[in-house]
């Protein structure tokens, strides 16, 4: 019998990269308090990835401890602007001025992954992204704040490479789907092992 794969993420760019991939699973998302224990690993000097990391576990962790015998995945991401976490804007004023801080610089996006199992990790990857935003005018990012509002709020950065903020970046070093918040093809490799899913 299979052992059943249990997203615990209420992302639905994470739940349609599974379905697209064709990997059976269910969702079951988890109530956490990111900012208190970013807040926590901020104070404790954690880099930028063991935050992203620690956060994946935690969802993992959570939703394990509810479902026995199931294989449970809980995701982060987290944003590295020179050194300094870049979380969900909380307004467009702050998704602006994140982005005008951006504009023609580089950053990363780190994307971590950790699957649960009968209450133990079992798996984990950090995918990596480095990412150059064109230099951009402030009244075009101020429309695109505007435009765009309502969906960038729920991203880290105050984007969506899947949608107009594309247009944001001149190049994008690393795998697409670390961009949209899951090392898709890590995961898939270990799903195979695992024949979670056939190959």
Known sequence: MTVPLILASGS??????????????????????EESVKAALLAESAPPRDIADALAEMKARKISD???????????????????????????ETALAELKQMSGQRHMLLSAAVIYENGQPVWRHVGQVRLRMRALSDSYLSGYVARNWDSIRHAVG???LEEEGVRLFSTIDGDHFNVLGMPLLELLNFLALRGVIDT
């Open 12 to 33: 639905a760019i994470r739940a349609q990269l599974l379905e697209n991939a064709a990997v059976p699973f269910t969702k079951d998302v988890p109530r956490v308090d």
């Open 66 to 92: 509810k479902h026995p015998g199931a294989m449970v995945l809980g995701c982060d991401q987290v944003l590295d602007f020179q050194g300094r976490l870049l979380s969900k804007p909380d307004s467009p």
């Open 158 to 160: 105050g984007y969506k």
